[in-house]
């Protein structure tokens, strides 16, 4: 790394050494699918927990994974993957190999993912169904269950739920409407109970606390944790919360645009081998 370069200007080789390492692109593999503690981290890749937390440690200061202190228990972390960085540094790496190489990454509100399923909605057959869940269901849950819903163009049926559920915030609504044009007013908050004979393709937990306490649901669903905090945690007016919220929305966002994405790979690797001879 030069002097004028820093962590968050990584050059394409390094990179690709960084995360062509086994360990390294295994677990980014695995956070990829779902926000993890490092307990979890060793037992999918099988090795020991110092060389595991060595390769995280070594992700984490080139800022490709982040790490939140969980709320349900603040002894533990989660791990989460800036998918949205990666693929920028990596449309970066090809670019400076040849031009003809430059990715085009999926913007952070989701808008290239949610343009590359409008393109194959006269392949899919069936709706993705997917369940959102946090605590109170009253602002995390429900803006990741609208940003589905609307982005999918009708290929994904989102719903979602809470374990103690609660009023709509203020905040949740205003944040949606004023800067991603989704109108939350006459959503309702629901406990998990109700879809509990429910089948569904995808659960996603988005708080630590309710991904403890989270059923099992029928049909083996895929199960991922994103662990977002609360915006709405403490005593603070909406005015005072209301940027939180704002942050919780765009990381949704990024993250809900990921998930079309690769449920669009998904739908289309399907359809392409049943249309084999």
Not at 258 to 277: G, Q, V, W
Request: proline share 4%.
């Amino acid at each position: 790394m030069t002097v004028q370069q820093t962590q968050s200007d990584i050059a394409p080789l390094e990179l690709l050494q960084l995360a062509g390492h086994p360990i390294r692109w295994r677990l980014l593999g695995e956070l990829a699918r779902s926000d993890r503690l490092v307990n979890e981290l060793t037992d999918l890749v099988g090795e020991t927990q110092n060389l595991v937390s060595y390769h995280l440690g070594k992700l984490r200061d080139a800022r490709l994974i982040s790490t939140r202190r969980s709320s349900a228990d603040r002894r533990d972390a989660y791990y989460t993957i800036d998918l949205a960085r990666i693929g920028g540094l990596l449309s970066a790496a090809g670019g400076a190999l040849h031009p003809g190489l430059r990715l085009s990454a999926p913007s952070r509100d989701g808008a290239a993912p949610r343009a590359k399923m409008a393109k194959s909605k006269t392949k899919k057959k069936t709706k993705t169904s997917v369940l959102f869940l946090c605590t109170g269901n009253s602002a995390r849950s429900q803006m990741a269950e609208a940003f589905a819903n609307t982005w999918s163009t009708g290929h994904v049926e989102a719903y979602s739920a809470g374990s103690h559920p609660r009023t709509m915030h203020r905040n949740a609504v205003r944040v949606m409407r004023a800067e991603h044009g989704i109108d939350l007013s006459a959503q309702a908050s629901k406990h998990m109970d109700v879809f509990a004979h429910q089948r569904f393709d995808w659960v996603i937990s988005l708080c630590d606390r309710v991904r403890e306490v989270c059923p099992q649901f029928r049909g083996h669903p895929n199960v991922v944790h994103w662990s977002i905090p609360n915006p709405a945690a403490g005593d603070d007016d909406d005015a005072a919360t209301y940027p939180l919220f704002q942050q919780t929305a765009a990381e949704l966002a990024t993250r809900v645009g990921f998930l079309l994405a690769a449920l669009n790979d998904r739908t289309t690797t399907r359809t392409t081998a049943k249309e084999k001879p």
